[in-house]
Every structure is written in C-alpha cells, then in structure tokens.
C-alpha cells in the first residue's frame, strides 16, 4: 500500500516535471529563421569532432547540378507508369542552397544524395516526362520531403489517370503499419533472442551486439559482390555470424569468465568491443550506404493490404527461425541444458551440465541470429552501412528489458510489441521520432514493472 | 614529417576547450559511476541537454548569459530526476539502458523536424555565443603562450574552461571526502548494507545523479561555446563512450583521473592522427588514405577501452584497492 | 532520531581483554570472565518468565519489542512467510532456527523493511512499521545483518565502522562541503568507532581496506558497525555462518554482551548447540509458520521441531546425486534469496546466485 502510494508519487511529479521540461522547449519561440544554420561542408569542431563519420563529406560543386553522388543521405524512389518504368525523367531536390539533381535509370529508379538529414523539396520535372504521361491526380509536385534517423528516405511519385493512393482508409493504414511493424518486430527479435541467451547464460549485456547485426549484413553483401548465388551468400554471412559468435566467445569472453570479471566490467570491456568493431567495418567496408541485391522487391497485394515482397519474405523466414529456436530450446538436450544454465549456472555445472560448452553454443546461435537478424534489417531499411547494427541495438534493448531480461521468449513478446509500436506509432508521430515512443515504453513499463513482461517477480534461478 | 609540430600539436590538445568540456563530464561520471556506483550511459544526453538548455534561452527570448545558464542547469537537474525516479530503485544494467535510452531520446527530440523552429532540427543552432564573448576582459590581440599563440577569444575560453574544471575538482574533492563521500562511496559496495545502516540511499543516488549530470552539462556548454554552435549529432551515444575511456583512462575513483584521462585521450588522439596522416604524406605508409587512418584512431580507441578495462580498471592515478570492483 | 537510554559503549569491565594476536587463530579464554562480570548485570540475572502465558506457538510476552502479526509473503503461490502472531522479548536473546527454506530470512527482509508482505501488522516498540523504508527502520533502533556479509570492501575498516554513526551533519550534501560542520561528529565518532574495534579485536586492522579480513573478521566488522548505529534491537542474519570455529566463542561472548548492555537480540541460525549455547528463547519456522517456541531446553524436545526441523534437514545429502535433486527442488522453493541489487522486485544478479547456490 506504501508502495503504491508512493509511486503514485513519483508519477505524478514525474509527470509534473516533464511538463515544466517539455514546456520550457515549445514555449521558446521561433529563433532558427534569424540564425543561418552553418552549412553542412564546414560543419563546427573539424578537428575535435566525436563524429568520425562526419568525415571529409566533399563540397557540393558550386554552379554545376550535381545529383550528390558523394552523399550517404539518400532521397529515392522508383518511377512507373502501369507497371513498366519510366527512364529519363528529372528529378530535382533543394534545401538550403543545396541543389542536386538526377534522372531516373532504365529501371525507373533515381536517388539523389544529400548533404544531410532533414526538409527537402523535390520536384519531378513534368515536362521531362515521356508524351502522354502525366503525374496522377492529387500528387503533390513539388512536395517536401523529411526525413531524420535514416540515411535513405522513399518517396513515390505516382503516375497514370485515376490512381489514387492505396489505403487511403485509417483502417487500412493500420492493417499495413501492423503487418510492417510484425515483419519488423520479428527481426528485432531474431537479435534479440540472441541477445536474451548470452545474458541469460553469461549476465553480460553486450553492447557489440548491434555490431554482430552489421556484421552479418556485410558479410552478406561481401559474399554477394563476389559473385556467389544470393542464397549462398546469405547462408554464408550466417555461418560467419556463428563464427563471429565464436570467436569472440573462445578469444574475449571465456578467458573474461575465467578470470571472474565482473558484470560491470564485462559490459565496458563490450561497449570497447562495439567501438572497434564498428570502425573495423568502417575502415574495410566505407561509410557508403550499399544495396544487397534485390532490395527493390514488387509490391504485393494480399485482400485490402499491400506489403512487399521483401517485407513479407522477412516476416516468413524470421517467423520460421523463431519457432525452430523455440523448438530446439523446448525439446532437445542442448535447449534444456541452456535453459538449466540460464536457470542456476552452478547447479547447472553440478548436474553435470558443460556450462562452458552451452555458453559457447549460445555465443554461436546468438552471432547466426544476430547476422540473420542484420540481413534482414539489411532488406528493412533499406541498405547495408557500418553502423546500421548501432541503428537498431537500443531497440533490441528496449524488446529484451520489455519482455524481461534473459527470458527468450519474453525477448520475442517485446520485440513484437517494440516493432509495432515503432511502425504504428508514424500514423501520429513524426517519421523522425518513431524510435523515440518505443524508448519511451521501454522506460515506463520499467516503472511499473520492472522485471518486464514475461520476467519473473523474484528471481532467475 | 614534421615531428616538432605534431608533437606540438598533441600538447595543444591539452589545453583545449574540448579537452576542458571531456574532464569535466568525465567529472560528472566519475561521481556516477566512480563514487556511487551509477553505471549512467547517458552523460551524452546531459551534454545536450546543457548546450541546448543553454542555446534555446538565449535564442528565443534573449535570455542573458545567467539566466540562460541558470535554465540550462535546471533542465539538467529535471533530466536527472526524471532518469532517476523510474530506475535508481533498479539494478545497474536496467540504469544503463534506461539512460542510454534517455540520452537518445533527447538527440531524437532535438533532431525532429517538429520542432526546427526551437532546435533548429539536424542543423543544429548557432549564434548564441555572443553573451559570453562580450565578457571577455581580454583585448582583442593575438596572446602568445609559449609556442602557441591564441586570440582573444580563444585566451578566454580556455581560461573559463579549465578555471571551471579546476573549481568543480575542488568541490568534488571536498565532497567525496566528507562523510557524504562516505555514503556514496558505500553505496558503490554495497547499497543495501548502507541502507540497512540508516542511510537513505535512495535520496544519496539521486543527488549523485544530479550532480553528476549538472557537470555533464556544464561540459556541454562549454563544448559548444568555442564552436557557436551545437548540433546534435555530436551527442550520439559514442561521445558518452569516449568519455568513459578518458575516465577509465585517468581512473574512474580519483578527482585528477578524469581530467588527465581526457587530456591523454585527446593528446593522443591528436598524435595518432598526425604521425598517420605524416606517414601517408610522405609516403612511408601507402596502404591507407587518411580516411581510413581517422579511422583506424576509433579502432584504437575501442581497443583501448577493453584492455583498460581488462588490465588496468583503476587507470594511471587510482589505487588499484580503491576500485569499485575487482 | 532518539538517543538511547544505554551507551553502546559500556564501561570497561574487569578482566576484559585489552588486546589479543590476531582473533582468527586465537583460543578465547574470555568466558569465564565474562560470566563473573555478567554476574552482576542486572539484562543477564533477570529470569523472570518470558512468556507472558504458556509457551506455545504466537504465545504473548511480558514484555515484546517487536509484534508481528497476519504477515504473510507469497512468491509465486508458495507461502515462503505465513506468520500468525510472533512477539520477540526485549532485553533477551532470541534465535530464529528452522531448516532451508522455512522463511527465516524472508522474515527478516519483512519486518526490517527491505521486502514487503502482501499482509499483516508489525509494530517495533508500539510503532506501525508497515511501509516504513528499510532505511528509516534502522533509523528507529531496528538494526540488521546479513547472511552474506556485506562489508564495503574498498572502505577502510574504520571508514565502514563510521559509516554506521548516525546524526552526523556532514553527511547531507549541503553541509559535506563545510568540514568544520561536522569535524566535531567525526571526531566523536571515530571514537566511537575504534572503541569498538578495539572490542572486538579489530583496532589492528583500523586503516586496512576491508576486503583484506577474513570471513570471521567481516562477519564481526559487520556486527560492529551495526553497534555504530545505537541499535535497540539488533538481527543478526546467521551470525556463525562462515566462521571460524576458533571464533565462533568469541562471536557467541558478543551476543551475549549485546544482552549485557541493554539490548535485545534476535539471530537466525542453523547450528542447535550454539543456539542452546546463547538463546534465551527459541522461535522455530518451517514452510514459513511457526511451528515451536520456547526456552531452548524445551523446544529441542518438541517433536514438532523434530520432524520440520531436524527431519528435512537429515534426509539432505549433499554427497549424492538424489541429494542434488533434493537440493534442488528446496531450492526451487526457497525464497530466503538474499535481497538483492536494492529491490526485491528484480532477478537476481547472477553473481550473487553462485554465491548462494
């Protein structure tokens, strides 16, 4: 009773001093037309910088179009008219005395890179297009495009009589942004499963968990560039995750446990891990955004929902990975043992149980699921970059403390849940704070309970 | 390659206001996670809570320097009660995530387009550091110090900055030798036997957070006066991380560590970056660009943290007894 | 915060020790000594009856400091804690026993504050203490110890016998910053505190770090420093667990001279002879109830006590497999998990799962 009355509290000044913070913010009245915000190339601190990726981001030519090429920020999309591309159509996009400009390929597809995130206007050149071929009623051209968070952003300029949107109907939209935020949460979870294992059986968090995703994506892409069949490729870079797994099992955290490293420690000893992993990839694989082959998939139509081909391949593999680990923790000899580690490590070794050995697998499935988990969130997005696995590592916390630290199936619930949330949540929320409701969540279910969804109230063991 | 000047130029980075800004949120973190035991992995989120907290007031209504500074220290101390209440009652790893989530969240917000109009969004804002430029004593002029000469406003920045470091060593020198040090010092080994010994923990952590989180933002401000400019995209989640490897650097339970830790940090990194980038000049090393070789220095940097924290937790001041585990 | 009507710090006695070699290898010759000096305390000669009425299980006592009533603790569906009426005596000595899992600790965690039970009253010198803080319980005169010691390690052993002392000023943030604000209390209670160090054969270890001592050392720094906060009833969570045997009677003679000096003692522990040893009184639990209490002599006859107490604990074998299943599945059970990482809501570390296990 205490207790409650307590946390009411808490909650209501909680409530009280987000208010007064949140008021401070949107009080302030406009300012930022007075102040010429500096221009991307001259970015302030050159040298002292903490964004090494901010790294030599070249000078938009001065006077000549460019269709920033040299840029990682991407505005996309592809150009059909009834179903068959339209090639030679230009496309233009401006924002603060940026300009660059493009035309779209054989395949109808055109990308122009900008200097950064943020407002754009782009505009089809209407005469550029081929006769008898016009923009479809309603379609905005100009229109300003927005984006934060990711380093590419779609938009479609549809072409035709008498096309109108898809989906027009809220209810539509949200059987779309469900399936979306299912297909996402499921991939979320394959990391976030893996993440659940090691600490469940280890108690570390592993902050290099997001480079084990990026990992697996590269891997993918690199197999892939040198020409091996896509399945083999993909097969591959999972194989490598396993191996990643592996190695950072038998090289880092093994001798760590041997020596009793603290949990504390081991967590710092991982954030180190992620740094140099990250700029590892960095170093070898550039800071450019690269596609997997076939990351522009059809769209398809199931009944009143549109989903691509793509979105829903993920959601099928990620589905059928996920029920095949539950599987093998359930029923075989190996799941049971680790779930026994999970439980009690020391009763687990005194029933004779290999803690090490089970460990070590975990390591192994955690690294395979996790470079699944960076294939997939590869195809999402869309695109592979060296710090992708960074993008998304927050979220898989965020899925693993929902549903309860170190229970795997409390890992899948909150993946789910986090993965719906960030997809529904952009039918009200600004594209660019979709991430920032499911953190938010995250934060207030720890208030009210703390163990997570699926965690035990008292104790692990 | 010119040795002098690289070498040079690692000493000129002890002495920057970047290198002040680092000592002091690693200040801020040596009294979370050094003293009290705090594992707080947003002290990025409170840097950007001091810049903008110090950037938005003297933009929207003019705000002159104190108040401005006076706002931005309050909205420190409510991010600080609003991290605290949900998670100071929870384990170490769930305050971990929760402040890396909060730290997020906050360069998500001042990022949204929503809100440019106040944030000025991925652009950052710019320009509000006239107030405390106007103070300056010093008159305009180039000041030489030894083989570096500095204008006006650089003299000036540098020595707010490190006379700010040096007061809050002191008062967090004074602090953690009182027998509130003592508290929170228990409370690192072990909270539950301070509790059990009368002491309210709950309240102790809370003003270690704060007070933790005010110096982070102190630091902000102070990272963003030399440039005029703050942008949120320099308080992601790896500035909070270099600040943990400057303080595990100096050592994470002293007062001194953290500010020679991110002098080292940002020596080093400044050495690194010339004796690399000489190199491919002149040609001695062809196997790199010096993209790559600013890349390689991050590589460092991570590698860094773990064989510190592997092989020596207690950094080059701390006493390898006094660390809060071992 | 009241000062308390007996010092913590009683005077020298005749034939007590001044300084001892190193107490985990020394053979006590104190006892006798001790008794002679007992002889003439008015908490140790005191034998008028406890009970109030008949021994038996909630009976009422003459004169309880502690009354406990309905409380009840259930981890999910276990009754781990199910206590109909509890009284301990003032001034006396109480031992908790009861086999694994009987909901001794859980006890403890409930009545100092660091647990809450779904239901029940208790009430420590006729004061509510249902949602009192464990902080604020301590605070009342209510101080505890733990089954797994808890010295701060990287501490001195001094710094962990000051960070017992209560009402010192320098310890709110807005005078730590003064040190002539509190440099009077310190000096105080550095006195305090190497007095009692000196008792308990630790002044030699004064400015080493904690982590240093011994298990049997911790567990008496730990007994020490909880004599720093003036308790009026001290809970002592196993005291002899880990100890060395060369120092369990000099562990013991302390309890006593806890009683000595006024207050009033409630231990948990497993060992009967050490309890018949000390205790004045004997409180037996099993599957969270009590089942038996009474003078000691009398509750060791109890066939209840038999059958709960001794009977679980003799079919446990440690030296087999069946017994690691049996193990197991108290275990599975046993609530008395050491509360952990500040709340009793989360899991538990798994650090500190090795250590229990």
Known sequence: ?461 | MDFGNILLGAVNEFFTPTTAAYALAALGLAVHFGYTGLLNFGQAGFMAIGAYGFAIPTLSFNAPLPVALLIAMLASVAFAVILGLPTLRLRADYLAIVTIAAAEIVRYIVTTNGLTEVTGSANGLAAFEGGFYSLNPFAPGVYNLGPFSLNERDLWIRVVAWTVVALACVVIWLLVRSPWGRVVKGIREDENAVRSLGKNVYAYKMQALIIGGMLGSLAGIIFTLPRGAVQPANYGTELTFFLYTALLLGGMSTVLGPVIGAMIFWAVLSLTQGLLYGAIESGAITFLNTTQAGQLRYILVGVALMLLMIFRPQGVLGNKKELSFA | MSHQAQSPQPGRRPGAHAAEPAPETAVESVPSSHEESWAANKYMTDDRPIAADTAAPGCRKRDPILIASNVTRTYGGINAVDVEHVEIPRNKITALIGPNGAGKTTLFNLLTGFDTPQSGEWRFEDRDLAGVSAYKVARLGMVRTFQLTKVMGKLTVLENMRLGANEQPGEALRRALFRPLWKKRENEITEQADALLAKFKLDTKRSDYAASLSGGQRKLLEMARALMVNPKLVMLDEPMAGVNPALTQSLLDHIKNLKAEGMTVLFVEHDMHMVRHIADWVIVMAEGKVVAEGPPGEVMKDQAVIDAYLGAHHDVDLGDSEGFEKLEAVLEKDPESDIQGGESLAPVIIEERKDTA
């Open chain 1, 1 to 461: 009773m205490g207790r409650i009355s307590a946390l009411a509290r808490y909650m209501g000044m909680l409530v009280a001093v987000a208010g007064i913070f949140a008021g401070l913010l949107l009080a302030a009245p406009a300012v930022h037309a007075t102040t010429a915000p500096p221009p991307a190339s001259e970015s302030p601190a050159p040298e002292s910088s903490t964004e090494a990726t901010a790294q030599d981001s070249g000078s938009a030519g001065e006077g000549e179009v460019t269709d920033g090429a040299e840029y990682q920020d991407r505005i996309s999309g592809v150009l059909r008219n009834a179903g068959s591309p339209v090639s030679g159509v230009r496309i233009k996009a401006s924002a603060n005395g940026y300009e660059a400009e493009t035309e779209t390929a054989e395949n109808g597809s055109w990308s122009i890179g900008v200097p950064e995130q943020g407002a754009y206007e782009v505009e089809l050149d209407e005469s550029s297009l081929p006769e008898g071929v016009a923009l479809a009623e309603g379609q905005q051209n100009p229109r300003t495009v927005t984006f934060a968070g990711t380093s590419n952003i779609t938009t479609l300029f549809l072409l035709g009589e008498g096309i109108v949107l898809q989906g027009d109907s809220f209810g539509t939209k949200l059987i779309e942004r469900a399936v979306a935020g299912l297909s996402f949460g499921l991939l979320l979870a394959l990391s976030a499963v893996g993440l659940s294992l090691i600490f469940g059986t280890t108690g570390l968090t592993n902050f290099a968990h997001g480079e084990m995703v990026t990992f697996g994506a590269v891997l993918a892409f690199g197999f892939a560039s040198l020409g091996l069949p896509l399945w083999l490729a993909l097969i591959l870079a999972v194989v490598g995750g396993a191996g990643l797994g592996y190695v950072q099992d038998a090289g880092l955290w093994k001798p760590l446990r041997m020596r009793g490293t603290g949990l504390v420690p081991m967590m710092i000893v991982s954030i180190g891990l992620a740094l140099a992993l990250r700029y590892t990839i960095l170093f070898f694989f550039g800071g450019a955004t690269q596609q997997l082959p076939n990351s522009q998939s059809p769209m398809l139509e199931l009944g009143p929902i549109s989903i691509s081909r793509n979105n829903l391949v993920s959601l099928a593999v990620s589905l059928v990975v996920i029920l095949i680990v539950a599987a093998l923790l359930l029923r075989t000899r190996i799941g049971k043992a680790t779930r026994a580690v999970a439980d009690n490590p020391p009763l687990a070794a005194a029933s004779g149980i290999d803690v090490d050995r089970v460990i070590r697998i975990v390591w192994m499935a955690g690294g395979a699921l996790a470079a699944l988990g960076g294939i997939l969130w590869a195809y999402y997005r869309p695109g592979v970059s060296f710090n992708m696995g960074q993008q998304i590592l927050l979220l898989i916390f965020a899925s693993v403390t929902l549903g309860g630290l170190g229970t795997v199936f409390g890992a899948l619930i909150g993946s789910i849940i986090v993965g719906l949330f960030v997809e529904i949540s952009t039918l009200w929320l600004e594209a660019d704070l979709k991430y920032v409701g499911a953190l938010l969540i995250m934060i207030l279910v720890l208030l009210v309970r703390p163990q997570g969804i699926l965690g035990r109230r008292e104790r692990i063991g």
